[in-house]
């Protein structure tokens, strides 16, 4: 729905109220909601032009000054600061505030929290705005402002989880409250999960299995929103059965039945909004909004240097730890993750792009070569990787670049906007049905069915294991020696509960790598101290000056610190309302 045929509502009252919210300083202090007439907008095509703006800022950028702080993806705040990847680019390149995120020191004055939350916020009240309206509206019928109002509410809740996950102490703002009534200072100390679980509930009765738009929000998708919820909230007893449904019987929005994608590429790279799709955000280039419509979250995390795709800026490089976990066994096929990261997978490290180089022979996933970008490995049909050249600064940043939201160099006219090379029209795909997959296989393990676990991660395994999905050379042989198999029947049973968790864990590193999950999995399953502090630094730390000495701080680095702006501007009676989180 967010911006498929975007212009045809250029022109409707919607993009006052959207004037209206782009000049707010703050996003929780809210302004005069008056100063529009809602009842202009009280008809059938004001509320509709009302929902587009609600869907617009999944894309964190409309309306607000922002978007790689923003990014609908999370890439730094679920990917970078979770191992996956670094800042990357160079020491100098925009390096303080990402510096204190890197290293979990984190700072509340800082320029990039405001940007999140209030993004999140506009989201928030443009679904609000909708609900108020709706009240208003004389020409719609009881269907038509339950079906909207749960799209809403899917929205809402959206944005809410977005910010419970980020901030956690949020205070929760619903359509009752408005600067008249002067009602806009709530807590943040109550939580408002219970809120999250009420709008998925809500939209999960009320919405249609199909819409009429593809990117529009359906029952599916509210009912693997909810079981999400119930995931981080440890209720795995009541995801399970929804994850179920989702995965045995839920659509996509046009109807066609929920299913993994034939090809692990086929997610980034495929046809658009495809059949393992759940819920996504819209992007396009060349029609007219100057590149507003495109991808602005990811502009930065391209190839740096001459004849790269994009162009521009070297951000976001894998870590050697990601790439490390990708490695497997010769004869069994799986991966090991306790010991992935006793070696580095063998890389150009120092190699200038002029001297010869051969691509390690030992045993690796297929999915590491869609994700990354290696020396000597073709880069879709860009031609092999060439190392040092497309990389900023090798020592700061590493030898590897980010590869699943890239394009294919023979559709740069049409995938790229025409006003800025590193602006796409690929799509980010929110959730998908491996996602989904894989947190059933969590519930699973954790209500004690460890063979209907080990299936689940095998359905993503087979997957993967399809030779129609390897990265080629031009000859057609596969680039790298990909060896992926499944674990055998009854693995999981033999291990037992706590190593099945882990090698669920480990799965979802792998198959969601760099997507904006890991850091966010990591807090909800309580290791993150674990994780960083004894596998991902002491690795690191030896490869970037940046992070010795350092360390996540349990307890206080988990969430990022309420922005003090926000802090400022709730005080009554010059004494804040807003409570900080604590700060490592």
């Not at 967010?2 to 212009?7: A, D, I």
């Not at 991902?536 to 940046?546: A, D």
């Not at 992070?547 to 010059?574: C, H, M, R, W």
Request: charged content about 20%; glycine content about 8%.
């Amino acid at each position: 729905m967010k911006k498929l045929n975007y212009k045809f509502i250029a022109i409707i009252a919607v993009l006052l109220v959207v004037a209206i919210y782009s000049c707010k300083k703050s996003f929780v202090n809210i302004q005069p909601s008056g100063a529009v007439d809602e009842s202009l907008l009280a008809n059938k095509t004001g509320v509709n032009s009302l929902l587009i703006g609600a869907y617009s800022l999944l894309d964190g950028v409309g309306g607000v000054s922002g978007n790689v702080e923003s990014s609908p993806d999370n890439w730094i705040w679920g990917s970078m600061v979770g191992g996956d990847g670094n800042k990357g680019s160079t020491p100098s390149d925009n390096a303080p505030d990402m510096q204190e995120l890197e290293t979990w020191k984190y700072v509340p004055t800082s320029t990039y929290e405001p940007v999140l939350w209030n993004a999140r916020y506009e989201g928030v009240l443009r679904c609000n705005e909708i609900l108020r309206v709706l009240k208003l509206a004389k020409d719609m019928s009881t269907a038509d402002t339950t079906e909207i109002g749960a799209e809403a509410r899917f929205l809402r809740g959206h944005y809410y989880f977005d910010l419970k996950k980020n901030f956690n102490n949020v205070p929760y703002i619903d359509e009752t409250m408005d600067y008249t009534n002067r009602n806009w200072h709530v807590s943040n100390t109550i939580n408002i999960w219970p809120k999250i679980e009420a709008d998925f509930k809500y939209a999960m009765t009320n919405l249609p299995a199909t819409q009429p738009q593809i990117a529009r929000a359906n029952k599916y998708a509210a009912e693997a929103f909810l079981a999400k919820a119930y995931m981080f909230e440890q209720k795995f007893s009541q995801a399970t059965p929804l994850f179920t449904d989702v995965i045995n019987n839920g659509v996509t929005a046009s109807g066609a039945k929920y299913a993994l994608n034939a090809k692990f590429s086929d997610n980034f790279y495929g046809p658009r909004n495809g059949n393992e799709a759940i819920f996504t955000c819209q992007f396009s280039a060349n029609d007219g909004s100057s590149g507003s419509d495109a991808n602005l979250g990811d502009a930065l995390n391209f190839p740096s240097g001459a004849n790269a795709p994009g162009g521009c800026c070297g951000w976001f490089q894998p870590t050697y730890s990601l790439v490390n976990s990708f490695k497997t066994d010769a004869v069994t096929g799986l991966p090991d993750p306790v010991n992935f990261n006793n070696a580095d997978v063998p890389n150009d490290e120092g190699i200038l792009s002029s001297q010869p180089f051969t691509p390690t022979s030992q045993p690796l996933d297929p999915r590491l070569d869609w994700t990354v970008g290696r020396r000597g490995i073709p880069y879709l049909d860009w031609g092999p990787m060439p190392g040092y050249s497309w990389i900023a600064d090798q020592s700061f940043g590493g030898p590897y670049i980010g590869k699943k939201t890239a394009y294919y160099k023979s559709l740069t006219a049409s995938m790229t906007d025409a006003s800025w090379g590193n602006l796409t029209s690929v799509n980010l795909t929110i959730m998908r049905l491996s996602d989904v997959i894989l947190m059933a296989a969590e519930c699973e393990v954790e209500v004690g069915s460890l063979d209907q676990a080990e299936t689940y991660v095998n359905m993503i395994r087979t997957r993967a294991a399809n030779p129609a999905g390897f990265v080629t050379n031009p000859d057609g042989s596969p680039a790298a020696n990909y060896v992926v198999k499944n674990y055998p029947a009854g693995f999981f049973t033999t291990q037992g509960q706590a190593n099945a968790r882990t090698y669920v864990q480990f799965e979802r590193k792998i198959e969601l790598a760099m997507e904006g999950h890991r850091f966010y999995d990591l807090v909800r399953w309580g290791t993150a101290d674990y994780e960083l502090n004894t596998v991902f630094i002491p690795h690191e730390s030896q490869k970037f000056s940046l992070l010795k000495g350092t360390s996540f701080e349990k307890g206080k680095a988990e969430y990022f610190p309420i922005p003090q702006s926000e802090i400022d501007q709730s005080a009554v009676n010059g004494v804040p309302v807003l409570v900080q989180n604590p700060i490592p």
